[in-house]
């Protein structure tokens, strides 16, 4: 009998000190084999060997890679393994790091292609500019009382281009004549023009259905039409890039559109993550899109 590679056990919290367990800040990649449990000992989930969030690597079915920042990851186990059971003959691994900025997951989705067989990769740019752990860094900045100096702008309307889309046109472009067997998933979000003009402060809520803005980042009404802005000009650079390429897209930012839908917070646990019963309605939306493509 074959021994698989040992496995480092770690019991599953939250904050930056989980963060800390699983995450190489110089390879900026997930630490392989690593195993989270629950208080009572159970899998809440685990790092494969090749560093990637999901069990270890089936040769038997092809392999699928969904691409992303905490969008991806999500909590737990996430969604993308969710695709498993609407795909048979495949195995989806999650590819996403949480607070990872888009020009980081191109390099860590292509350098793995060249390491690996991948019979499809789809690619989520999350909402991250190319910058890593940018909103994190502004958000600590303003704890402490410091000005957050050129990020004050951050999510500003104005400022959506040059807060992280900028450069994004000539690095999706490049990246997808590396790797052509990719499908462009769009950013999804609660936010919609109907309600983009509101204060939405007496939404947010603490405890089993809680919903907040963004993270540790300060609410206000700028930042968060700033946030639409940004997310809108991210995916329609997207899509444009993707039709130039003939890539295909799942549009989720259109599926999971709130504006004709009573309850904008029944999908998000803040503006732009999904909650985890959304889960498997993503996972069925995401291979909705691709079916034709699992051959």
Known sequence: MTQGPLKTVHLAVHGDVFKALYFDWERLELRPNLVFVDANGSVVYEINDLGLKGP???????????????V?????????????ELAPGYQFLNGGI???GYANILRRAEAFNRQHKVALNLLMLGW???????????AQQQQAGERPG???QLFRREAATTAGNRELRERLSGFLRAVPN????????????SIIGHDLSEFFVTGANSFTFLGRLPYSIERQRGAYAFIRERNQIAREVCELTNIPVVDLFKHFD?????????????????????YPLVAETVHAGIRDLLV
């Open 258 to 278: 709130t504006e004709g839908v009573a309850e904008f917070r029944e999908w998000f646990g803040d503006i732009l993550h999904f909650r985890p019963s959304a």
């Open 56 to 70: 270890p690597l089936d040769p038997r079915r092809k392999l699928a890679v969904v691409w992303g920042d905490s």
């Open 182 to 193: 990719t499908v462009l998933l769009t950013m999804p979000t609660a936010l919609n023009p």
């Open 98 to 100: 949480e607070g990872d």
């Open 150 to 152: 050129r990020f004050r």
């Open 128 to 138: 991250h500019p190319h910058s890593m752990f940018l909103f994190e860094q502004v």
């Open 72 to 84: 991806v990851f999500g909590v737990e186990r996430s969604w993308p393994c969710l695709i498993d």
